[in-house]
């Protein structure tokens, strides 16, 4: 009896031991993550020197939303450099005569994400500086066009837009930007559609050149698109090979372990297909960092800072003493149950701690003040370190270019 006693009392004893040890080692920040997220819900965070602050179903791929758009921003940055713009050339068939085209107007485009009604007027108003008011043909279009956001393969909404169908706020903006050059309003192109010519025929060195458009740069588009969380990114990513691309390169720039926790095939982050576990994302974070840093930025150039920049972060972390303390990537896809954030939080005590929240099967209001709970607790706890930045301008119109122009 003495001996089964001796032995009951070994085993509860190393139990005891056991259970110690494991709360002795457990991330500092782990019953926070099970408190505040919930248990099973993905929760990864990381501190500057590496230690890890919490692991909450951390190995476990999940669907990101628009987490996916970190390895896209990557992936484009890698591919194109922060400095590329977007060229969207507008040439004239036939020439030009008295003001008017003689053909059509072509127009190539490059895929340019950020060809917009203030781009639009911008583009007119520079051709009615140079005296083009009428184009005898029709608008043809050769290559990738996107106008306010949406592919328009066609030309139409473009067309539409540089016949002066474009709301007087734009236009006041586009004379603000060009200042002295614009005189009142112009009327926009007349198209005749009475000398369309083949859709075969291309554009050829008699067929003047009117004028090239850049996009802003790719950096400021970046963080817009970002800011606003917008999808357009998914056809943007076709320039640099789509999701396939961004997913390889995301593959390559995590320890390889991780490599099989992401799967992206659509490069926004829509689709039900993406999968991406919260280690993974904490490791895609880090190679964005990387990748900026290469460049000479930092993460607050390309993603958006909480109470500092508009869009999805609006409303989130903007208290007095957490404003410009969290950089981060949102991401939703409600009717899959996916709700995310991403990013970098600034403390004193751990430095920039790198986290990601993939919440899953939870209501995306639920799953937002889980996600700010955690991350408010986290830094309240460890001193919150706000980043010395400014809100930036929209790119739109402050840094396009009308870069060349020829009459005719």
């Known amino acids: 009896m003495r001996a089964l006693l001796a032995i009951v009392w070994a085993t509860c004893a190393a ?9 002795a080692v457990e991330p500092p920040y782990q019953a926070l993550a099970r408190r505040t997220v919930g ?8 501190a500057a020197d590496g230690t890890v602050l919490a692991s909450e179903a951390a190995d476990r791929p999940v669907h990101p939303a628009s987490v996916s758009k970190i390895p896209t921003t ?47 007027a911008l583009i007119l108003a520079e051709l009615s500086q140079a005296g083009v008011d009428r184009v005898g043909g029709s608008l043809r279009v050769h290559g990738d ?28 903006a586009a004379a603000a930007r060009l200042g002295a050059r614009v005189n009142g309003a112009p009327t926009g192109l007349a198209f005749e559609n009475a000398r ?4 075969s025929v291309a554009p050829g060195p008699a067929d003047p050149l009117l004028l090239v458009h850049l996009s802003p740069s790719l950096q400021r588009i970046l963080k817009e698109l970002n800011g606003y969380s917008n999808n357009v990114f998914h056809p943007l990513s076709e320039r640099i090979g789509g999701p396939a691309a961004v997913e390889r390169l995301a593959r390559a720039s995590v320890p390889s372990e991780l490599a099989d926790e992401i799967v992206i095939t659509n490069a926004a982050g829509a689709g039900t297909a993406n999968r991406i576990s919260p280690r993974a994302s904490v490791a895609l974070v880090r190679a964005l960092d990387r990748e900026v840093a290469r460049h000479g930025l930092t993460l607050a150039d390309v993603l958006p800072v909480a109470g500092v920049d508009r869009g999805t972060l609006d409303g989130r972390f903007d208290e007095p003493d957490l404003r410009g303390t969290v950089v981060g990537k949102t991401g939703t896809y409600g009717s899959l149950g996916a709700s995310a954030l991403a990013g970098v939080a600034r ?19 639920e799953a937002r003040r889980r996600q ?35 009459g005719g």
């Open 15 to 23: 139990a005891v031991s056991h259970a110690s040890l494991v709360l």
């Open 39 to 46: 248990v099973g819900q993905g929760v990864y965070a990381v």
């Open 74 to 120: 990557t992936a484009l940055l890698h591919e194109l450099g922060p400095n590329y713009r977007f060229a969207t050339t507008l040439r004239g068939i036939g020439g030009v005569r008295e003001g008017a085209v003689w053909g059509d107007l072509v127009v190539d485009g490059s895929g340019d994400p950020f060809l917009v009604a203030e781009s639009a």
């Open 145 to 172: 066009l996107f106008f306010n956001w949406k592919p328009d393969p066609g030309g139409r909404a473009f067309e539409l837009a540089l016949s002066g169908r474009i709301d007087p706020a734009t236009w006041r």
């Open 196 to 199: 369309p010519m083949p859709a």
């Open 347 to 365: 403390t004193r005590r751990w430095g920039d701690v790198t986290f990601a929240i993939l919440n899953r099967d939870v209501p995306v209001d």
């Open 372 to 406: 700010n709970a955690f991350v408010t607790a986290l830094l309240h706890d460890a001193g919150p370190v706000p980043l010395d930045v400014v809100p930036v301008d929209s790119p739109i119109l402050v840094d396009e270019r009308i870069e060349t122009r020829s």
